[in-house]
């Protein structure tokens, strides 16, 4: 059985997404990006536009050269941006850049400490961008009411955070996210805040469809062996939940070997 994902109609074989900033190509030729992209085994790459080369600096070094759009998926995002309008005017651009690309993955933020989202600034844009033909995955709190809003106004996949971008403090409200997960008719990406692979499967034992990072791979000392770990990690996740862990039974031992039919007895 091939348990694949499906988002804005599309199937994926991976449910890894990964970013493609702060990675260090000393000549910035994505050299370093391209090698840990790859060993994720992502197909699903974000791209921060206000940050990265895809087609706006001409005669630079571009991403679309280390990552074929004919490969990869792209993500545009609107890292970087604190008004609704301000998300809405980036995406546009990005649908220009990538000739009429409608997926893309909506923050709209806080502050610039915290990089908490902004959620009344979220909620506009995202309904301004549904209602103009984008197929939108959403940054968010890891609160239900407000995920089943950006559910309800048309987003095809909510991502609430796990805690602080880049902060890699991993999930710190688990109930939070299974109240979102058990409502959500879309899917449930856990965004910010990874650290480590046994964080990665912690969101996909819970239940997520898939999980986003960024920093946990770029921030590493071996970028691109843990990329290879949080590949594992996302596949082990879910196999784990696929399968059904056993109940946790409190004060209540039970022997790994069956005690009846022994021999000699």
Sequence with gaps: MQDTLT??????????LVGTGKYKDPNGDFSETRRAVEASGAEIVTVAIRRTNIGQEPGQPSLLDA?????????????????????????RLARELLDGHSLVKLEVLGDPQTLFPNMPETLKAAETLVKDGFQV????????????????????????????????????????????????????????????????????????????????IAGAKDPVLMAGAMKKAVEAGREAFLAGRMPKKFYTASPSSPTSGLIGS
Excluded: H
């Design 7 to 16: 988002l804005a109609g599309k199937a994926y074989t991976s449910r890894l």
């Design 67 to 91: 990552l074929p759009p004919s490969k990869f998926t792209y993500l545009p995002n609107t890292a970087g941006c604190y008004s609704a309008d301000d998300a809405v005017r980036t995406l």
């Design 137 to 216: 995955m959403v940054y968010c709190w890891d609160d239900p009411i407000q995920a089943k809003l950006l559910e309800s106004i048309g987003c095809v996949a909510v991502m609430p955070l796990a805690s602080l971008i880049g902060s890699g403090m991993g999930i710190l409200n688990p109930w939070n996210l299974k109240l979102i997960i058990d409502a959500a008719k879309v899917p449930v990406f856990v965004d910010a805040g990874v650290g480590t692979a046994s964080d990665a499967a912690i969101a996909m034992e819970l239940g997520c469809d898939g999980v986003l990072m960024n920093t946990a």
